[in-house]
């Protein structure tokens, strides 16, 4: 499956923004898929998830209650809505996806695909 991050952009603290991920495939409803984030100097870490089958869906505590993962299967695209934002969540965000959630999807290297990042800006 190849993936194809976008709507990264610039947004002020307290406001929104919503990035999505275009994915290939026959069968994207069948794969978990992620979001991930890496700030300058940072380690990337992990934000949400979504699962294929149940569309279950997991979140950093940093983000809990300000973002949300959905998916459209029928427009093979996933997406992240993130609200009241923070400085703090100024990054390069990247989509990933796996033929399974994985048991730690909070751990970058447990997903096989990827899509190229989209840089969320966020002024105070």
């Known amino acids: 499956v190849q993936l194809q991050a976008s709507g990264g952009g610039l947004a002020q603290a307290g406001g929104s923004l919503r990035v999505s991920c275009a994915a290939s495939?026959?069968?994207?409803?069948?794969?978990?898929l992620g979001w991930f984030r890496q700030a300058p100097g940072k380690e990337r870490e992990f934000v949400a998830a979504?699962?294929?089958?149940?569309?279950?869906?997991y979140y950093a505590d940093s983000v809990k209650g300000r973002f949300t993962i959905s998916r459209d299967n029928a427009k093979n695209t996933a997406y992240l809505q993130m609200n009241s934002l923070e400085p703090e969540d100024a990054a390069v965000y990247y989509c990933?996806?796996?033929?399974?959630?994985?048991?730690?999807?909070?751990?970058?290297?447990?997903?096989?695909?990827w899509g190229q990042g989209t840089l969320v800006t966020v002024s105070s």
């Open positions: 495939g026959r069968t994207f409803s069948a794969y978990a």
């Open positions: 979504v699962s294929g089958s149940t569309s279950s869906t």
């Open positions: 990933a996806a796996s033929r399974f959630l994985p048991t730690y999807y909070y751990t970058p290297n447990r997903w096989g695909y």
